[in-house]
């Protein structure tokens, strides 16, 4: 009782000051006002410069933050590469020892494969002062990474891209031949994995809320990244844990594209956008939702031309067509569901894939007359669902 008693007066003390706080700042507003100016355009004037001190401060700590993770990215894929290294067989270790004369060294950075952003690129005149006084010993050779078109360093973005890319050419190496290390050991710096996914997946959002055509190469290739990534267990882990989230509302992203585009020429973006949607149904972890977002799209639509078809009415043509693009989509994923080892263990049990199954042969009998192409492709869907099903019966069946 008495502890309550405290703490409401500490309360009523809190909104007291606020209160006093309010008035003082109003009172210095008023008597600072210039002579030429009324009280509401000073208040406002001052609101403004407040408010633009504000967006510089928030610019630079974002400049701040972006820095940070880069520098991040780069701890991280140092550590895992010296790992590679230094615990590998002695025959690499000694390869990985070897001096190096200026030649070769300048001809490996000009040409080392990987992407380089601006603040990694290096002048051939700097390379030559800095490698050319003496053949100097190597900690460990370049990194192995093929080069990647799709990364330019004018797109912010790159430097997410490059790092995701790397990350996963060194995860191949440690998982094959002589060069061994266990990851486990960096356990505390994978969080530059998921907040690089997370600032990947923001940049994807926003281009592809109004995507321009052609596409560059490199969001296709952020996609198949991500994918990738994903695919990973280790790594889907700590990706999904923070970006689960951004995923979904990336997915919706590329489904609200192929739906609501209503240009004249838009069948060549919602074939890209379609492609990116099955790219990531690729990865089996998440294939399912993927699937279940697209045939609920379906069922609406399904009951939508019921309702048209039994009250005679008009339709919109152009949703008509473009549920064409999710059928596609979908008849892709459930291939890759169908396609041995490949499950990702979607069933009867989601209610999406229920309710379609429910509603099949009556919504074809229905629809058959007036929606013919339509309800061909829903015949076609049920069709591979139930080839789905089997497949997973007979996968738990004899394992």
Same mark, same amino acid.
């Given at each position: 009782?008495?502890?309550?008693?405290?703490?409401?007066?500490?309360?009523?003390?809190?909104?007291?000051?606020?209160?006093?706080?309010?008035?003082?700042?109003?009172?210095?507003?008023?008597?600072?006002?210039?002579?030429?100016?009324?009280?509401?355009?000073?208040?406002?004037?001052?609101?403004?410069?407040?408010?633009?001190?504000?967006?510089?401060?928030?610019?630079?700590?974002?400049?701040?933050?972006?820095?940070?993770?880069?520098?991040?990215?780069?701890?991280?894929?140092?550590?895992?590469?010296?790992?590679?290294?230094?615990?590998?067989?002695?025959?690499?270790?000694?390869?990985?020892?070897?001096?190096?004369?200026?030649?070769?060294?300048?001809?490996?950075?000009?040409?080392?494969?990987?992407?380089?952003?601006?603040?990694?690129?290096?002048?051939?005149?700097?390379?030559?002062? @800095?490698?050319?006084?003496?053949?100097?010993?190597?900690?460990?050779?370049?990194?192995?990474?093929?080069?990647?078109?799709?990364?330019?360093?004018? &797109?912010?973005?790159?430097?997410?891209?490059?790092?995701?890319? @790397?990350?996963?050419?060194?995860? &191949?190496?440690?998982?094959?031949?002589?060069?061994?290390?266990?990851?486990?050991?960096?356990?505390?710096?994978?969080?530059?994995?998921?907040?690089?996914?997370?600032?990947?997946?923001?940049?994807?959002?926003?281009?592809?809320?109004?995507?321009?055509?052609?596409?560059?190469?490199?969001?296709?290739?952020?996609?198949?990244?991500?994918?990738?990534?994903?695919?990973?267990? &280790?790594?889907?882990?700590?990706?999904?844990?923070?970006?689960?989230?951004?995923?979904?509302?990336?997915?919706?992203?590329?489904?609200?594209?192929?739906?609501?585009?209503?240009?004249? &020429?838009?069948?060549?973006?919602? @074939?890209?956008?379609?492609?990116?949607?099955?790219?990531?149904?690729?990865?089996?972890?998440?294939?399912?939702?993927?699937?279940?977002?697209?045939?609920?799209?379906?069922?609406?639509?399904?009951?939508?031309?019921?309702?048209?078809?039994?009250?005679?009415?008009?339709?919109?043509?152009?949703?008509?067509?473009?549920?064409?693009?999710?059928?596609?989509?979908?008849?892709?994923?459930?291939?890759?569901?169908?396609?041995?080892?490949?499950?990702?263990?979607?069933? @009867?049990?989601?209610?999406?894939?229920?309710?379609?199954?429910?509603?099949?042969?009556?919504?074809?009998?229905?629809?058959?007359?007036?929606?013919?192409?339509?309800?061909?492709?829903?015949?076609?869907?049920?069709?591979?669902?139930?080839?789905?099903?089997?497949?997973?019966?007979?996968?738990?069946?004899?394992?």
């Amino acid at each position: 009782m008495v502890a309550a008693k405290e703490t409401k007066a500490k309360m009523d003390d809190q909104a007291s000051y606020l209160r006093t706080s309010k008035l003082a700042l109003a009172l210095a507003i008023i008597h600072s006002k210039p002579a030429d100016k009324s009280g509401r355009e000073h208040a406002e004037h001052l609101a403004r410069v407040v408010s633009g001190q504000e967006s510089k401060w928030r610019l630079k700590v974002e400049a701040l933050e972006a820095e940070v993770l880069q520098l991040r990215q780069k701890l991280l894929l140092s550590k895992i590469h010296s790992g590679l290294f230094d615990s590998g067989d002695p025959s690499t270790q000694l390869q990985a020892q070897e001096p190096r004369c200026s030649e070769n060294t300048l001809s490996l950075l000009e040409d080392s494969g990987c992407g380089l952003s601006n603040e990694q690129r290096t002048e051939p005149s700097e390379m030559s002062q @800095h490698f050319g006084e003496s053949c100097t010993p190597t900690p460990f050779p370049p990194l192995p990474i093929v080069k990647r078109h799709g990364a330019t360093p004018e &797109n912010p973005l790159s430097s997410h891209m490059q790092f995701l890319q @790397h990350l996963l050419e060194l995860k &191949n190496l440690t998982e094959s031949g002589s060069l061994k290390t266990d990851l486990s050991l960096f356990e505390n710096d994978y969080s530059a994995v998921s907040d690089s996914v997370f600032q990947l997946l923001d940049g994807l959002i926003a281009f592809y809320r109004k995507p321009k055509f052609p596409f560059s190469s490199f969001w296709t290739e952020a996609v198949d990244t991500l994918a990738r990534l994903i695919s990973d267990c &280790n790594l889907s882990i700590r990706i999904l844990k923070k970006c689960s989230k951004k995923l979904e509302e990336f997915e919706k992203t590329l489904l609200q594209i192929i739906l609501r585009n209503n240009h004249i &020429n838009r069948f060549q973006v919602q @074939h890209c956008v379609s492609q990116c949607l099955v790219t990531l149904g690729s990865c089996s972890l998440l294939r399912k939702s993927i699937i279940s977002l697209l045939l609920s799209e379906v069922n609406i639509f399904a009951d939508d031309l019921g309702t048209i078809n039994q009250v005679q009415a008009s339709y919109d043509v152009t949703r008509y067509e473009n549920i064409f693009s999710l059928f596609w989509v979908l008849e892709q994923l459930l291939q890759k569901e169908t396609e041995k080892g490949n499950t990702s263990s979607i069933g @009867h049990d989601d209610q999406e894939i229920k309710k379609f199954l429910q509603k099949h042969d009556e919504t074809i009998f229905q629809l058959s007359d007036a929606f013919p192409l339509f309800t061909f492709y829903l015949w076609r869907l049920g069709i591979l669902l139930n080839s789905v099903e089997r497949e997973t019966v007979e996968t738990n069946s004899f394992p």
